[in-house]
């Protein structure tokens, strides 16, 4: 089955870089913070470079919208974890955080995990 994803991240290269190690089954559109398609996918992976971001306000405008509060949301940021962890949307079932840089295997895995959380 096609998963589709929406890679966000302010700097293309990281874009570009986060959206290449996606599984080759993933339907992958890339979206500045400001540009989220209107077709929401399956998953987000988003490239966290600070908190008080752009892409941490995408974070927070979707967890806030009773549309989007159960897409699941990859966050890839070279943070510490403690700041990661201490963030109010941290703790909801249907976020992961993958420390920079992130492999092929872990980003797969941690997808599979989100999409199948009961196995």
Do not use: H
């Not at 290269?13 to 080759?24: E, G, M, V």
């Not at 540009?35 to 008080?52: G, K, Q």
């Not at 306000?57 to 949301?73: C, F, K, M, N, Y």
């Amino acid at each position: 089955m096609l998963t589709s994803v929406v890679v966000v991240a302010s700097d293309a290269d990281t874009q570009a870089r986060l959206a290449a190690l996606l599984p080759s089954d993933s339907v992958t559109t890339i979206a500045a913070p400001d540009s989220i398609p209107a077709e929401m996918p399956n998953l987000f992976v988003i490239a966290l470079p600070a908190l008080e971001t752009p892409e941490e306000q995408v974070i927070e405008r979707l967890r806030a919208d009773g549309a989007t509060e159960s897409i699941p949301i990859i966050i890839v940021s070279a943070l510490p974890m403690v700041y990661l962890q201490s963030v109010p949307y941290a703790s909801d079932w249907t976020i992961a955080i993958v420390e920079e840089p992130v492999q092929a295997a872990v980003l797969a895995d941690t997808m599979q995990f989100l999409l199948n959380p009961d196995g």
